[in-house]
């Protein structure tokens, strides 16, 4: 039984304890997908690097459901997939330079009230807001692109479509 726990773990992933905190990860070679955590704690840091190797991603599904009240993300983090951080507790996010994609509901179902954006992101997927949020205004660059365009629509928010340059005001019905 231990052996096919060990060659589990080899094969599909490690555990390791970042800033406190135990990040379940995926090396690729030699660059890092954090895809979940062991930890409890509620404000979690996103560190730029894990065993040495610099953390580019984070995975589907990472911090689903995980109560959490706050996250930093450090730089180096290039893509944040889908539901990353989907129904937590969430009230703002800096999403910082480095990062190009955030993934299908990636901050849904939070309680965000503040987003920034960061200059780098060029693709910001179908309802990576949505539901939940109690956002007032976004800033987004005006060269990203938003598939589908619908960023924030449901629970009484008006449905975004087209491309914006940009600000992008919210206003609550």
Do not use: C
């Not at 509620?42 to 894990?50: G, L, N």
């Not at 459901?65 to 997939?81: F, K, N, P, Y």
């Not at 539901?83 to 910082?96: G, H, M, Q, W």
Request: charged share 20%; hydrophobic share 40%.
């Amino acid at each position: 039984m231990k052996r096919v726990v060990l060659a589990f773990v080899l094969a599909f992933g490690f555990v390791v304890s970042a800033f406190g905190q135990d990040f379940q990860f995926v090396e690729n070679n030699g660059q890092i997908t954090i895809t979940g955590r062991r930890g409890r704690a509620r404000d979690i840091v996103i560190p730029e690097r894990i065993n040495g190797m610099p953390v580019v991603a984070i995975g589907y599904r990472a911090f689903y459901r995980d109560r959490l009240t706050s996250v930093s993300i450090q730089s180096g983090v290039a893509h944040i997939g889908n539901r990353a951080f989907y129904r937590n507790r969430l009230t703002s996010v800096t999403i910082p330079n480095g990062v190009t994609h955030i993934g299908y509901r990636a901050f849904a179902e939070n309680r965000l009230v503040s987003v920034s954006i960061s200059d780098s992101v060029t693709s910001i997927e179908n309802r990576a807001f949505y539901g939940g949020n109690r956002l007032t205004s976004v800033s987004i660059p005006s060269h990203t692109d938003i598939v589908e365009g619908r960023m924030t629509a449901g629970w009484g928010w008006p449905q975004w479509s087209g491309s914006f340059s940009q600000e992008v005001m919210i206003i609550r019905r």
